[in-house]
């Protein structure tokens, strides 16, 4: 917890949370309410803080990482040294006072093996999920925030040969893929002067990098039409990550996300697009806290008659 040493004297009261393994996220509610996310569960903790206190913690993590938050200024999202998250907002737009979520990192990669033991992932699945990869599927992973996308994510990679070259792009350092020939590329928000580097910028640049499977952290936007037109156009073997509640929800905001592109396309050929180009979908959730993929279905075509996908269960 070195990357913390500066950080820690501001907010002292939340040491031991911070430093607890167990604790995945940390949540403040303003001065009088503490959750954290401990083995998959949330759960109150008996800490009453000061608004005061808060207030310098988040200004001077703000300033860390050169960035700022005031009442004039009340968001912050951050990415922390050690790659956890630290999310604020201040007061007028905070009702609760100062609300704080951090998500630690997790330095440390779950194999498919431990998915399995855990029970996040069967024996039959993580089996299929193999073989799909090896055959250069494209995969979308989709589940609500803090279900494993990621996780789930890095174990599949595990399974792309060590001799083909990967390029993974993301908006904040989350992926660890550990293969010979990786290319790790990570957008840029905007600052004052200094310009934006998009997660869809980087998609394009990409196909110039000779990437024999191309790794997205998360769709959220106008990039999913890019990603679409490189599974269309070679780039076989994506994977790929979307906040979604189930497989079928994840098709629909996939094509919402490309429907913001500056592209001139009719609905219909949109969904066509994403049939012919997605071969998997994934989607986790939480089940008595823990992580589960409970869904894999595989993508067979587009009926525009009845505007939906057909999909079939893999597993």
Not at 9 to 28: A, G, R, T, V, Y
Request: aromatic share 4%.
């Amino acid at each position: 917890m070195k990357d913390w040493e500066t950080i820690i004297p501001f907010i002292k009261p939340i040491e031991h949370l911070i430093l607890d393994p167990e604790i995945s996220e940390i949540m403040i509610n303003g001065a009088d309410q503490v959750f954290i996310e401990k083995n998959g569960l949330l759960q109150r903790v008996p800490i009453t803080l000061s608004e005061k206190m808060l207030e310098r913690a988040v200004v001077h993590i703000a300033r860390s990482v050169g960035d700022d938050i005031s009442p004039e200024k009340p968001l912050l999202d951050a990415r922390l040294p050690d790659g956890s998250r630290f999310a604020a907002v201040f007061p007028p737009c905070s009702l609760n006072g100062i609300s704080i979520a951090i998500r630690k990192f997790q330095a440390r990669i779950h194999t498919a093996e431990e998915l399995v033991r855990s029970g996040a992932v069967t024996p039959e699945m993580m089996e299929a999920l193999k073989t799909a990869v090896e055959r250069r599927d494209n995969i979308l992973v989709s589940g609500a925030a803090g279900t494993g996308k990621t996780t789930l994510l890095n174990a599949l990679a595990t399974f792309i040969p060590d001799e083909q070259r990967i390029v993974v792009i993301e908006d904040t350092a989350e992926i660890q893929i550990d293969k010979p020939n990786v290319v790790r590329l990570v957008a840029r928000s905007p600052q004052p002067d200094v310009p934006e580097v998009s997660i869809r910028e980087l998609l394009r640049r990409t196909l110039r990098l000779r990437p024999d499977r191309i790794v997205v952290g998360e769709i959220r936007g106008q990039e999913a039409f890019d990603l679409l037109q490189a599974m269309n156009t070679g780039h076989s073997g994506t994977l790929s990550t979307i906040h979604a509640n189930s497989c079928a929800e994840a098709l629909s905001r996939l094509s919402i996300c490309v429907l913001q592109s500056d592209v001139n396309l009719p609905y219909q050929a949109i969904n066509r697009a994403i049939a012919e180009s997605l071969d998997l979908v994934l989607h986790l959730s939480r089940v008595n806290g823990r992580r589960v993929v409970d869904e894999v279905v595989r993508i067979n075509s587009y009926d525009p008659a009845t505007d939906s996908h057909e999909l079939e269960k893999v597993v």
